[in-house]
């Protein structure tokens, strides 16, 4: 398995069935192979803060839901993250594809990239970086298991060097 | 059209159905009107009640219905494409339309100089829009809303109001509360 098939699959297995995103190059590697597969229903949202608001409200009626953005993206749901998933313990996977790292041919990605690990930080969420297949299905696996005991968001961001990146 | 007075009616016919609320009087309002399980009061995340209604109308069957305002829905006009797009025929959301973001200073909002939320919701593709301004019409095309097929968009034009004393309510506590009348705890996914 390469590193979306691995990552779809370890959504099914968790039985996170509900998937907000905005498109993004390389998450559409994975977004691609959940849209094929009946089992996930996915939901193209405007903007990231909107895939934030519906992840929630499916948590909230019982469903298990994950949200795939851009790190652009990510500092567009920061306020709802902040507000809604944080004071009201809704634990959402996100699942970041990390621009502004190496190979970036765009300048006006590489601050809210490099930005977005320390604002997590600042969050107080936890947050891990794929950056190889090395124990890709334990890491993903676990990172969404804490998220769930935890009552938390948690961020599981991509990389080029795990992925291949952008190019121009 | 005063908003509490309307919360009022529809909270008199809605059953088990999901409420959520936006942030502010229309949470606080809601609760006065009728403290039960399924009602989902927000407390920030402001643009995002429409959508949390929305993630809550495409992961079950019943009828879902978002108290929204005219300024949060301004912040977040993408939502009614994203209702468009997907077409939940159990989705009702209700705009609260005071013209205003009252809560700031009652400063203008653009609804006050022309920009019609149903017509954005038309464009976007919501099967049943509407625009009412007194509680008759309200109560009826409610009723409709709750036995016919949407997704629903209906704009009640209000006025604002003394708020009433702000919801003794808490964001993790709503959300246990809500959440367990979906899932059996003892079963607890995740």
């Not at chain 1, 995103?21 to 405007?46: C, G, M, R, W």
């Not at chain 2, 809601?30 to 809550?56: Q, V």
């Not at chain 2, 025929?89 to 339309?97: A, M």
């Not at chain 2, 506590?173 to 059996?184: G, L, Y």
Request: net charge negative; with cysteine.
């Amino acid at each position: 398995m390469d590193w979306a098939q691995t990552i779809a699959s370890v959504l099914k297995k968790e039985n996170i069935s509900i998937i907000a995103y905005v498109p993004d190059v390389n998450i559409h590697q994975v977004t691609k192979l959940l849209d094929e597969d009946p089992f996930f229903q996915l939901i193209s949202a405007s903007r990231e803060e909107e895939a934030i608001g519906i992840a929630s409200g499916a948590y909230a009626v019982g469903r298990k839901s994950a949200v795939f953005m851009q790190s652009s993206g990510f500092g567009n749901s920061i306020n709802a993250i902040a507000s809604l998933n944080i004071p009201s313990r809704i634990p959402i996977p996100l699942f970041i594809n990390l621009r502004g790292e190496h190979g970036e041919f765009n300048i006006a990605q590489v601050t809210m990239g490099r930005s977005t690990r320390p604002i997590l930080d600042v969050l107080g969420l936890p947050h891990y970086t794929l950056e190889n297949d090395h124990e890709l299905e334990k890491k993903v696996a676990g990172a969404i298991k804490l998220c769930y005991s935890s009552h938390e968001p948690l961020a599981i961001c991509f990389t080029p060097l795990l992925h291949g990146g952008k190019n121009a | 059209m005063l908003r509490y007075s309307a919360t009022k009616l529809i909270m008199k016919q809605i059953t088990d159905q999901p409420v959520v609320s936006n942030l502010g009087p229309t949470s606080d309002e809601l609760w006065h009107a009728s403290k039960r399980d399924r009602n989902f009061y927000t407390y920030g995340s402001m643009g995002l009640c429409s959508s949390i209604a929305l993630g809550m109308a495409v992961s079950i069957d019943q009828k879902v219905i978002a108290l929204e305002g005219d300024g949060s829905t301004l912040m977040n006009l993408g939502s009614l494409g994203t209702v468009g797009r997907i077409m939940p025929d159990n989705l009702i959301i209700v705009v609260w339309d005071n013209e205003k973001w009252a809560q700031t200073g009652y400063q203008a909002s653009h609804t006050a100089y022309g920009t019609d939320l149903e017509s954005v919701a038309l464009a976007t593709g919501f099967k049943k829009t509407s625009t009412v301004s007194n509680e008759e019409d309200l109560d009826l095309i409610f009723a409709q809303a709750l036995e016919e097929p949407g997704p629903w968009y209906i704009v009640a034009k209000i006025q604002e109001q003394k708020y009433l004393p702000v919801a003794p309510v808490e964001p993790e506590a709503t959300m246990h509360r809500f959440r367990s009348t979906f899932v059996d705890e003892e079963k607890r996914i995740g």
